[in-house]
């Protein structure tokens, strides 16, 4: 077989891998290794190039507010569940990560779409707003079953605002989120609306969004997952162990 066939099987720009050699998109490591940020290498691993310092600072908060919601949240509580089955740390990790799916989880990446489509509409933004909530009974992004207005609202929605004033981005997706929260009255943006509208208007697509904020609740969930193991507790349920279930079944029969 020609060699060319074998080293071509797995094609990458990533990262180039010689002997005494690792660039990440052309970057020696040696070059990038205390140079630049955790966020900033995120950005240059996905998009090709190094951001901007207010690209970078913009990311990083998306990163940073959606980082923990508390051990009530399934993904951080089963995280912890695992952790007292005896399961090492990626373990408990990846089973945390395998629960952020399309209901918990991907408020986001739905909220990104919604805004793409309503921003391509070829109707004023009032009506797009309008037109799309004639369609659709779900808005994500907006609401929280937890938090009558969500904490990390206002300030993600204020950075996006001065980097929207100083040309960092350029404030399509801010125009049509807070139209829609306009429209819904009293029900404000959450978490996912927010950051959904940070990483649209940096220009990540909505499946990315989606992963970005894997990759940030991911720490969170390490966090818990040990925490839970310094605690020494055994077979950790999800119920304290007085408490059961409430059993919905027939009476107790004989055979």
């Avoid at 240059?44 to 908060?61: C, I, N, V």
Wanted: contains cysteine.
């Amino acid at each position: 077989m020609d060699e060319r066939a074998v080293t071509g099987w797995w094609r990458t720009s990533l990262v180039r891998i010689e002997p005494g050699e690792i660039a990440l998109r052309g970057y020696p490591i040696e070059q990038l290794i205390g140079a630049v940020t955790f966020p900033q290498t995120i950005w240059l691993l996905l998009k090709g190039e190094l951001p901007s310092r207010e690209q970078a600072a913009l990311l990083e908060a998306a990163l940073v507010a959606a980082v923990d919601h508390g051990p009530q949240a399934p993904s951080i509580a089963a995280a912890r569940m695992a952790a007292t089955c005896g399961l090492g740390l990626n373990n408990a990790v990846a089973t945390g990560v395998n629960l952020l799916g399309d209901v918990h989880g991907g408020a986001g990446q739905q909220a990104m779409a919604m805004y793409e489509e309503i921003r391509s509409s070829e109707l004023p933004l009032a009506d797009a707003v309008r037109d799309y909530r004639s369609r659709h009974r779900y808005l994500p992004g907006f609401g929280h079953r937890f938090h009558p207005r969500d904490p990390r609202r206002d300030p993600l929605l204020g950075l996006v605002r001065a980097a929207v004033a100083d040309g960092t981005v350029g404030g399509e997706y801010l125009a049509v989120a807070e139209e829609i929260e306009r429209q819904l009255g009293p029900v404000p943006m959450n978490i996912d609306g927010a950051t959904a509208v940070i990483y649209a208007e940096l220009g990540f697509p909505p499946e990315l969004g989606r992963g970005l904020f894997v990759l940030s609740r991911s720490v969170g969930i390490l966090a818990h997952a040990w925490e839970e193991k310094q605690s020494g507790t055994r077979i950790k349920g999800p119920l304290p162990r007085p408490l059961l279930p409430t059993y919905t079944g027939p009476a107790l029969r004989d055979l």
